[in-house]
Structure formats: structure tokens, C-alpha cells
């Protein structure tokens, strides 16, 4: 049993969590500790989990009352394990343990603050390397900034984060809880080793998200430990997405939204933008609004590279509650 809590969220998608469980049942890790957080579903989320009991001696299930919501059933994944280090993992990600070799060597080392097991926001030249924390902050030919907002992509060493839990829950609204809970509880000299192959794959998250992602993005700058490092996301969010707010309306557009909904959204971009540069191109941003929609439907495929097919979007949204 190595050191290691593994925590999984859940919610209505039984398929998807029968297909993690079988994954961690066939891994180098079916002996962990293994919490099943069961966000109060309705489906046949607790058959599944009594199918994979027996294979996964360690696990417990834990249903809420009710459903809480997303960010907070994710926040509560926090509060449980008791081991050394501890890994939060969504029903519906894509799990790869091909290539665990170098994992499980810097759990047992215990070495390393932080693991990251994903691609996101992950350079080639990073695989396989430790590094400080303040080294991929700072680095402004990576995108470090957007591994550590993706939930299941970073193993964290328990005990400093244990401490910051309650803090989280100030950003439960933010959509990047797992951002404000880590870079709060390591600095920047922390350890951070990143894994040779990713073994996590993020699953099918909605694109649906739209113009709030630069909300998000924003209000997750409080997050970073120093200027350096809000400086460097602030490039990463805006200084290669001159029309990302762009892009971000066509793809509301493509769910069906109004653009008075998605007008008070870039309001809101313009109000927390925390300079003229960033201001400035919002404002360059602000045509797209006034296109009619037959020429965004033409746009759509020369700008997205995929067909413009409209989606329900609060049917998508709800797919993920």
C-alpha cells in the first residue's frame, strides 16, 4: 500500500465511475486508501461501487445528504484521507497507468511537495523533471499556471494543504478551488516533480463554459504567490489570445446564449481587468457582440476548425452537476 489517499468525486455518471474503478482496480494503486465521495446521485452509483469493493479492499463510500454542488463536493474531497500524500480524481477522466515507474519512485522517495500526472498546462521539456515550484511560475515559455487549477492532474503532499481547506471554500465560486488550496499551502521554493507520461487524461469537461472562463481566470490571478507569477498567467491568459474573448462568444453563441447574458459577462471582464492592456483588448474583442448571426455561423469553422452545430448548453451543464 503505498502512501497515498486516492479521493474521487462523483455524481450520476455510474458508467463513468464503473470505468475509473476498474482502471485503479487494474493499477499499481488498487491497494490505496480509496474515498468514494458520492455527491447524493440517483442512478446506480452505489452498485458499482459495492461491484468494486472486493477488488479495492481499502475503499469507502461516503454519500452526502444532498447535492452540493461540483466546486464543493470537490472541496470536500480535502477533508479525507490519511495518508501522506493524497490525489483527487473526477469520475470521467481518462486514467493511463501504462507508465507508473517514475511515480511510484517519487511517492516512495516522498521527495517531492507536489506531483503533476497530466498534460495541462505541461512543456515536453518538463516530463520526468523536479523543479522548484517557483521555477515553473516563473517560466514564461511554459503554461505551468493551468496545471495546478486542474483537479486530478496534481498529487499534493497532505499535510500542508490540510490546513488551507477552509480557505478554499472562500473561491468555491471561482471554479478554480484546487488553484487557491495549493498555491496557498506551498511556496515557491516547494518541490514539484513532473511525471515522464501523463496518467491522467481530462475526460469530456463542456466547452460550454464560454466568456465566464475569463471571469475565472482573472479572479484565480489572487491565487499566485507573487507578482512574477501573476504576471506571467496574465500573459498566458491574454498575450496569445488577442481574440480569445472572441472565440470564447462564438462558442456561446453556439450553445444558444443571449447576448445580453454574454454582454454582462464582458462587462464583468472589463470591470476586473487589472490593466489598460488587459482593458484594451477586451474593448478589441467587443465587435464580435454586434454580428449578426449568420455571418458567426460562418466564421465559426475558419475560426474554431469544426463545424458551427448548436448544443443545449444548461442540458450540458446539468450533465455535469
Not at 48 to 73: D, E, I, Y
Not at 96 to 114: C, G, K, P, R, S
Not at 160 to 185: E, M, W
Not at 288 to 301: A, H, N, Q
Request: with cysteine; charged share 20%.
Amino acid at each position: 500500500m503505498f502512501n497515498l489517499s486516492i479521493v474521487l468525486i462523483t455524481y450520476n455518471r455510474s458508467e463513468f465511475l464503473d470505468k475509473a474503478l476498474s482502471q485503479i482496480a487494474h493499477s499499481p494503486f488498487s491497494d490505496c486508501e480509496i474515498w468514494i465521495l458520492n455527491n447524493a446521485s440517483t442512478d446506480s452509483t452505489l452498485s458499482v461501487c459495492a461491484k468494486w469493493r472486493p477488488r479495492l479492499s481499502n475503499m469507502q463510500v461516503v454519500t452526502h445528504k444532498f447535492n452540493v454542488g461540483a466546486n464543493a463536493n470537490v472541496l470536500r474531497a480535502y477533508e479525507y484521507g490519511t495518508q501522506p500524500y493524497k490525489w483527487i480524481l473526477c469520475d470521467d477522466d481518462e486514467l493511463h497507468f501504462e507508465h507508473t515507474e517514475d511515480l511510484v519512485n517519487a511517492l516512495e522517495a516522498a521527495q517531492y511537495d507536489i506531483i503533476r500526472v497530466s498534460s495541462v498546462g505541461v512543456s515536453p521539456s518538463e516530463e520526468g523533471v523536479g523543479c522548484s515550484l517557483g521555477d515553473l511560475l516563473h517560466n514564461q515559455k511554459g503554461a505551468a499556471f493551468w496545471s495546478f487549477g486542474f483537479v486530478p492532474g496534481v498529487i499534493f503532499r497532505s499535510a500542508p494543504v490540510d490546513s488551507n481547506v477552509k480557505y478554499g471554500y472562500s473561491y468555491v465560486h471561482t471554479a478554480y478551488t484546487q488553484l487557491f488550496i495549493l498555491l496557498r499551502s506551498f511556496k515557491l521554493d516547494s518541490e514539484v516533480y513532473t511525471t515522464v507520461k501523463p496518467i491522467v487524461i481530462r475526460g469530456p469537461a463542456p466547452t460550454g463554459i464560454g466568456s465566464e472562463i475569463f471571469v475565472y481566470w482573472l479572479k484565480s490571478l489572487d491565487a499566485l504567490p507573487d507578482q512574477a507569477s501573476r504576471k506571467n498567467a496574465l500573459r498566458l491568459i491574454f498575450g496569445n489570445r488577442y481574440f480569445g474573448l472572441g472565440r470564447s462568444f462564438l462558442g456561446d453563441i453556439r450553445f444558444g446564449r443571449s447576448r445580453r447574458v454574454i454582454w454582462s459577462v464582458w462587462k464583468q471582464v472589463l470591470s476586473i481587468a487589472p490593466n489598460l492592456n488587459v482593458k484594451i483588448i477586451v474593448f478589441l474583442n467587443m465587435p464580435f457582440i454586434f454580428f449578426p448571426k449568420k455571418i458567426l455561423m460562418l466564421l465559426y469553422p475558419i475560426v474554431m476548425g469544426k463545424p458551427f452545430v448548436e448544443i443545449d448548453f444548461e442540458q450540458l451543464k446539468r450533465s455535469r452537476e
